[in-house]
Nanobody
Framework: QVQLVESGGGLVQAGGSLRVSCATSGRTFSWYGMGWFRQAPGKEREFVAAISWSGGSTYYADSVKGRFTISRDNAKNTVYLQMNSLKPEDTAVYYC?????????????????WGQGTQVTVSS
């Protein structure tokens, strides 16, 4: 049984930083690309960042490029999202997802396992 568990969300002021983590189990972590998505109230879930199986390839949404960094530790079966220079529009529930392939991809349908999400709130 594959499980993804996010942690590290919270409340932060605009301009601040936060790191969210996603611990996985149930499948060989290092075989698969991983991604982060987010969903704000009343909006569709959107792609944020992705990382390939080795960490050698990353991919970001334009809205977070230069502010967010995705990374992974295959020894710990964990993927991270470091978020800097946070803005109120970054407020959302953040979800990690495990891909169907080893690549870093940005399409929601390319992911087949999802975490329960962690709330990130950025105050102005």
């Amino acid at each position: 049984q594959v499980q993804l568990v996010e942690s590290g969300g919270g409340l932060v002021q605009a301009g601040g930083s936060l790191r969210v983590s996603c611990a996985t189990s149930g499948r060989t972590f290092s075989w698969y690309g991983m991604g982060w998505f987010r969903q704000a109230p009343g909006k569709e879930r959107e792609f944020v960042a992705a990382i390939s199986w080795s960490g050698g390839s990353t991919y970001y949404a334009d809205s977070v490029k230069g502010r967010f960094t995705i990374s992974r530790d295959n020894a710990k079966n964990t993927v991270y999202l470091q978020m800097n220079s946070l803005k109120p529009e970054d407020t959302a529930v953040y979800y990690c997802a495990q891909g169907r392939t080893p690549q870093a991809v940005g399409v929601r349908s390319d992911y087949d396992y999802w975490g329960q999400g962690t709330q990130v709130t950025v105050s102005s």
